[in-house]
Nanobody, 124 residues
Framework: QVQLVESGGGLVQAGGFLRLSCAAS????????MGWYRQAPGKERELVAI??????NYADSVKGRFTISRDNTKNTVYLQMSSLKPDDTAVYYC???????????????????WGEGTLVTVSS
């Protein structure tokens, strides 16, 4: 099994910044994709930013304000958020597509995992 543990959420004023962290642990050979989704009250969960094998992808709403980075030696992903807006208020969920070796021939399997979420509240 794999666990994703998020940290860094909290209350911040509009225009401020926060940094989220998510560390993966457990049975991991590699992580193909690692990133962040968010869900605001009454809305569906949406992609914020994701890093797939070193290639970042951002939602249009956060481009230029948020930066995703990964430390593969620690199986950790970060989300640096700046110029925060009240519309960024949401529960932020860490996501990871984890791969592991399943036999001596080196065949692999993969599965998606989610963290429990961390609340980010941006006040106006």
């Amino acid at each position: 099994q794999v666990q994703l543990v998020e940290s860094g959420g909290g209350l911040v004023q509009a225009g401020g910044f926060l940094r989220l962290s998510c560390a993966a642990s457990g049975r991991i050979s590699s992580i193909d994709s690692m990133g962040w989704y968010r869900q605001a009250p009454g809305k569906e969960r949406e992609l914020v930013a994701i890093d797939t094998n070193g290639i970042p992808n951002y939602a249009d709403s956060v481009k230029g304000r948020f930066t995703i980075s990964r430390d593969n030696t620690k199986n950790t992903v970060y989300l640096q958020m700046s110029s925060l807006k009240p519309d960024d208020t949401a529960v932020y969920y860490c996501y990871a597509e984890v791969r592991w070796v399943i036999n001596v021939e080196g065949a692999t399997s993969n599965r998606n995992y989610w963290g429990e979420g961390t609340l980010v509240t941006v006040s106006s």
